[in-house]
């Protein structure tokens, strides 16, 4: 049986990041681009798309489990991020078989402790033989 793991690391996008994932992604809605718009909307300023917290998730789940593969995600958004927003990316995995499945409780966290992702992953053993 494995231990229980708990990792913790300080994040934060920029509204360049923001548009850059746009461009990548092809996602430009103005909620997540254009300031002006977003001052206007319930949000008051631009906010992160899901996919770009995910992707810093993703980062951090390779950079502690490095022998490990995504298998499954199961996430929520229930808070918006904004530019420059000190976040706290928490991974929190279960004890497991030593070398079986890895489920990771997943949450990004606002300053204010409250979750603008949360979720599940499962990570696979890496064999070097996955598609």
Same mark, same amino acid.
């Given at each position: 049986?494995?231990?229980?793991?708990?990792?913790?690391?300080?994040?934060?996008?920029?509204?360049?990041?923001?548009?850059?994932?746009?461009?990548?992604?092809?996602?430009?809605?103005?909620?997540?681009?254009? &300031?002006?718009?977003?001052? %206007?909307?319930?949000?008051? /300023? +631009?906010?992160?798309?899901?996919?770009?917290?995910?992707?810093? @998730?993703?980062?951090?789940?390779?950079?502690?489990?490095?022998?490990?593969?995504?298998?499954?995600?199961?996430?929520?958004?229930?808070?918006?991020?904004?530019?420059?927003?000190?976040?706290?990316?928490?991974?929190?995995?279960? &004890?497991?078989?030593?070398? %079986?499945?890895?489920?990771? /409780? +997943?949450?990004?966290?606002?300053?204010?402790?409250?979750?603008? @992702?949360?979720?599940?992953?499962?990570?696979?053993?890496?064999?070097?033989?996955?598609?």
């Amino acid at each position: 049986m494995s231990t229980p793991i708990h990792f913790e690391e300080p994040a934060r996008l920029s509204q360049q990041d923001f548009n850059q994932f746009a461009d990548l992604s092809g996602d430009h809605n103005p909620i997540h681009v254009d &300031p002006d718009y977003s001052s %206007g909307t319930r949000f008051g /300023a +631009t906010v992160s798309h899901g996919m770009l917290l995910f992707t810093k @998730l993703r980062g951090c789940l390779h950079r502690h489990f490095p022998k490990h593969r995504l298998a499954e995600q199961q996430l929520m958004f229930p808070a918006p991020a904004y530019a420059e927003e000190n976040l706290v990316i928490q991974l929190d995995s279960a &004890p497991t078989q030593d070398k %079986g499945p890895l489920s990771v /409780a +997943t949450r990004i966290l606002k300053a204010d402790g409250s979750a603008c @992702l949360e979720g599940r992953c499962i990570l696979e053993p890496d064999t070097g033989n996955a598609p």
